[in-house]
């Protein structure tokens, strides 16, 4: 629903049809990648600049309206959704500067990783640790956390050396380290709940190619011997394929081999693992006892051989995720990655077993992240294994995914698991109260970034902020001065 302009004085309108985005339509309806979730904000904007982020952060205050920016809408969860003011950052995406001593790059927000890997070779620069897709921006990733796989390599918002934020109150900070450092340590996993992120440097490193070797390889196998295998490549996941004892690990080093890509083909990898399996479970949706029989056989005709490639970085660590899909995953103390796995495993089996039971979709994927100081990331002091289960959606059509998600979800959390935020999930504010040891300083910074509650969303009333705030609107807050203060710098 587009918002009611009426009454509006002429200035606002004008301020607002300078920032309609590329795509502008009347009645704009939000809906993330997998088309889960959907909202329908009341204005949609694209500012190309700070001040007149600054400008939308008081007129949200000023009438009452929440505010959220978004990045490329791929969180498998309701956290980018609002029914107040949406803001996309598509017109933030300037490089700022490079260091070249320290590997170190300052971007606007709005940048996609695609964008940014190809920034970053010209640059003779990469990442040195990525998840399986690069089209998210960067804001988005390290506001959630975003992570790939390696026991020494951190998640997204472990890489950020400093950023610019404009609060609830339409204030820019910098923070950094050594310059607001309760709210660089805040800012960079906050779900979009202290302000929008503007610009950001990001750790690198010089630009490397990535020798992957995927193998089969028993569970027992990898489980028994976890800490070696983990210590034996730089970058290590498998996938478990249930109904099986099978999986497909996959490892990576850096290395100067010539490069030699993935050879996709389009039988294999095309026709008969994208349609055919999209097909097969778009049936199954009315035979799900055939599930664990598609999961053999695409064990069989597509994993079940070793495989070894190099290439750029950023090309070995991204792969194809298919189809829309259900996700859940949850971060666990590395050294219950064992014992997850194997109650996983026994869970799915006793369904297996009954002639009702519930039927799943391979694979469960398994990853491995590094420890780091950001206050809401998963791996805050502790290294994290991070396990992903799944029900695609073939055919955008729905699944039943709900009970095993319960299920999946009582065992991490009984072995001191948390949810990846950028997912839906059922943790809540006095759950994560106990168990994030800085949730209070969080909360505190909150209140002193957004006293009027704009940025809060249903999503952040759900898991984050206490019952009583939960309950509140934004509360609107006459911004006299600021407006015209504002206006004039557009
Ligand atoms: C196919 C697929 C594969 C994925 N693979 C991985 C993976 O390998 N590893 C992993 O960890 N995750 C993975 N994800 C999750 C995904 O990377 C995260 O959801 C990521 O946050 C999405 O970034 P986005 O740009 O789409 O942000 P959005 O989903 O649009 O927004 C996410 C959050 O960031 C906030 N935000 C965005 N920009 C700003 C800003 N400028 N200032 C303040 N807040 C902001 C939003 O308000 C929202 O709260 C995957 C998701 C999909 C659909």
Known sequence: MDFDFNGLPKQDIDAINSMLPKDHKKNFVFENWSKTFTCAPKLYLAPHNENQIIWIVNFAREHGLNLKAIGSKLSPSDIACTDGIMITMENFKR??????????????????????????????LSFSSIGSVSEQTI?????????????????????????????????????????????????????????IITQL????????????????????????????TLASAEHVRFWWFPYTDDTVLWKANRTIEPKNPLKESFLTDKLYGFHYYQFQLFLSRMAPNRIPAITKE??????????EWVDDSHKVFNFDCLFPQYVDEWAIPIENTAPVLRYL????????????????????????????????????????????????RPYHLPVP???YWKAYEDIVRSFGGRPHWAKAHQMYYDDFAEQIPKFGEFQALRNACDPNNIFLNDYLKRHIVPPGIANSKAISAKADTLTSYQISKL
């Not at 490079?98 to 070779?121: F, P, W, Y």
């Not at 506001?143 to 609830?168: E, P, Q, R, W």
């Not at 440097?201 to 070696?228: G, H, M, W, Y």
């Open 95 to 124: 490089v700022l500067h490079v260091d070249h001593v320290h590997s170190r790059i300052t971007v606007e927000a709005g940048l996609t990783l695609h964008e940014l890997h190809e920034i970053l070779t010209f640059w003779g």
């Open 201 to 228: 440097t990001l750790q690198c490193e010089p630009s490397f190619r990535l020798k992957a070797v995927q193998v089969p390889k028993k569970l027992d196998d990898i489980l028994d011997n976890l800490s070696s």
């Open 298 to 307: 695409h064990y069989k005709n597509r994993f079940n051989k070793k495989i």
């Open 401 to 403: 995914y709900k009970k």
């Open 345 to 392: 495993r026994k869970w799915i089996n006793e369904e297996h077993a009954k002639k009702d039971g519930v039927r799943v979709h391979f694979p469960v994927e398994v990853r491995f992240v590094q420890e780091d100081d950001v206050w809401l990331s998963p791996c805050y002091k502790q290294a994290i294994c991070y396990i992903g289960v799944i029900m695609y």
């Open 139 to 195: 804001s988005g990733a390290i506001s959630t956390a975003v992570h790939g796989t390696g026991i020494n390599y951190g998640c997204f918002s472990s890489i950020v050396k400093d950023l610019c934020i404009i609060d609830g109150l339409g204030r820019r900070h910098y923070c950094s380290s050594v310059a607001n450092k309760d709210l660089f340590d805040a800012a960079r996993c906050s779900l979009g709940a202290l302000g």
